[in-house]
T-cell receptor, first 111, second 112 residues
Framework: KAGVTQTPRYLIKTRGQQVTLSCSPISGHRSVSWYQQTPGQGLQFLFEYFSETQRNKGNFPGRFSGRQFSNSRSEMNVSTLELGDSALYLC??????????FGPGTRLTVT | GESVGLHLPTLSVQEGDNSIINCAYSNSASDYFIWYKQESGKGPQFIIDIRSNMDKRQGQRVTVLLNKTVKHLSLQIAATQPGDSAVYFCAETDSGNTPLVFGKGTRLSVIA
C-alpha cells in the first residue's frame, strides 16, 4: 500500500503571499490531520478532517484553513504568510482514530 | 494547557547498548500513547503504541512501559543500532478522537 504523499515537498514564498499544500492519505483512510513542526514549538496540531468534515481544530489563527475532498485528499491553505509560518507541515492519515501515519512533510520557507 | 513533555532532549548511547527514552504526560484522561521515530528529512514513523489498560507492550527490539500512577511513559530500545539514531517523540490522546499531543522530542545518537 502506498504511504501518505504530500506535495510539494519544498516551497519558498514571500511574506504576504498565500500557499496551498496538498496531502493524499493512504488508500482507505478517511481521517487526515495536519501538524506544523518547528524547532521551537515541536509538533503542533492544526486540524483534523474526517469524511470531509473538520473534526478538530488547533490553536492557530484564521489564516490557516483546510478542507477535505470526497476522495479523502486534503489541502491546507495559509494566507498572508508571515516569517513565523516557516516550518515543516506534516499530514497524517488514519483509518478512524488512534494510530496515525505521517507523510514526509512540506518544508515551507517564508522570506 | 496540558501537554506531553520529555525529560531529556538528547541521549547518546554506544552501539549494542540498550536505550531508554522517557516521557512525562500531564493529562490524566489520556488513554492512548504512541511513540514515533523521526529521521532527518522524513515524517514521524510509528514505532509502538500502548493503551492505558496495559502497563507494558513489546515489539521488535522495542518495549513501551506505561506508569499511570506517575504519568510516565518510556521507550526501551534493545541492542541499539546506528539506524536507531533519530528524534523520538511520545504522543498522547484521550479516547482516540482528540488530536494527538506530541512531546518536544528526544534526539538519540548512537556511537559506533
Amino acid at each position: 500500500k502506498a504511504g501518505v504523499t504530500q506535495t510539494p515537498r519544498y516551497l519558498i514564498k514571500t511574506r504576504g503571499q498565500q500557499v496551498t499544500l496538498s496531502c493524499s492519505p493512504i488508500s482507505g483512510h478517511r481521517s487526515v490531520s495536519w501538524y506544523q513542526q518547528t524547532p521551537g514549538q515541536g509538533l503542533q496540531f492544526l486540524f483534523e478532517y474526517f469524511s470531509e468534515t473538520q473534526r478538530n481544530k488547533g490553536n492557530f489563527p484564521g489564516r490557516f484553513s483546510g478542507r477535505q475532498f470526497s476522495n479523502s485528499r486534503s489541502e491546507m491553505n495559509v494566507s498572508t504568510l508571515e516569517l513565523g509560518d516557516s516550518a515543516l507541515y506534516l499530514c497524517a492519515s488514519s483509518p478512524l482514530a488512534g494510530e496515525k501515519y505521517f507523510g514526509p512533510g512540506t518544508r515551507l520557507t517564508v522570506t | 494547557g496540558e501537554s506531553v513533555g520529555l525529560h531529556l532532549p538528547t541521549l547518546s548511547v554506544q552501539e549494542g547498548d540498550n536505550s531508554i527514552i522517557n516521557c512525562a504526560y500531564s493529562n490524566s484522561a489520556s488513554d492512548y500513547f504512541i511513540w514515533y521515530k523521526q529521521e532527518s528529512g522524513k515524517g514521524p514513523q510509528f514505532i509502538i503504541d500502548i493503551r492505558s489498560n496495559m502497563d507494558k507492550r513489546q515489539g521488535q527490539r522495542v518495549t513501551v512501559l506505561l506508569n499511570k500512577t506517575v504519568k510516565h511513559l518510556s521507550l526501551q530500545i534493545a541492542a541499539t543500532q546506528p539506524g536507531d539514531s533519530a528524534v523520538y517523540f511520545c504522543a498522547e490522546t484521550d479516547s482516540g478522537n482528540t488530536p494527538l499531543v506530541f512531546g518536544k522530542g528526544t534526539r538519540l545518537s548512537v556511537i559506533a
